[in-house]
């Protein structure tokens, strides 16, 4: 079994930060992709960044003010959002893509999200 948990999420002020973390846990071989994806109400998830092979992507709507990082030593990714907007209001759920054994296939893997709320 995989389980990520994410933390770090709570209510900011426009132009404030925040920082969010995701931890994996459980049975894992090897962690390829990490990313964070976020779905606000009445709307469908959407990717926000994703990291693999130290290779990163962002969402152009965050690009310049989100960073995501990862530490392979503790299977964990973060995601540090500056001059947040009140439009980046939404749950933030954690993806991972994992392989839990040698030739096993890699799996997708979600957290349970967490809320981030930007409001004055």
């Known amino acids: 079994q995989v389980q990520l948990v994410e933390s770090g999420g709570g209510l900011v002020q426009p132009g404030g930060s925040l920082r969010v973390s995701c931890a994996a846990s459980g049975s894992i071989f090897r962690i390829d992709a990490m990313g964070w994806y976020r779905q606000a109400p009445g709307k469908q998830r959407e990717l926000v960044a994703i990291?693999?092979?130290?290779?990163?992507n962002y969402a152009d709507f965050v690009k310049g003010r989100f960073t995501i990082s990862r530490d392979n030593a503790k299977n964990t990714v973060y995601l540090q959002m500056n001059s947040l907007k009140a439009e980046d209001t939404a749950v933030y759920y954690c993806?991972?893509?994992?392989?839990?054994?040698?030739?096993?296939?890699?799996?997708?893997?979600w957290g349970q999200g967490t809320q981030v709320t930007v409001s004055s």
């Open positions: 990291t693999n092979v130290g290779v990163t």
């Open positions: 993806n991972a893509v994992i392989k839990t054994g040698w030739g096993r296939p890699s799996i997708s893997y």
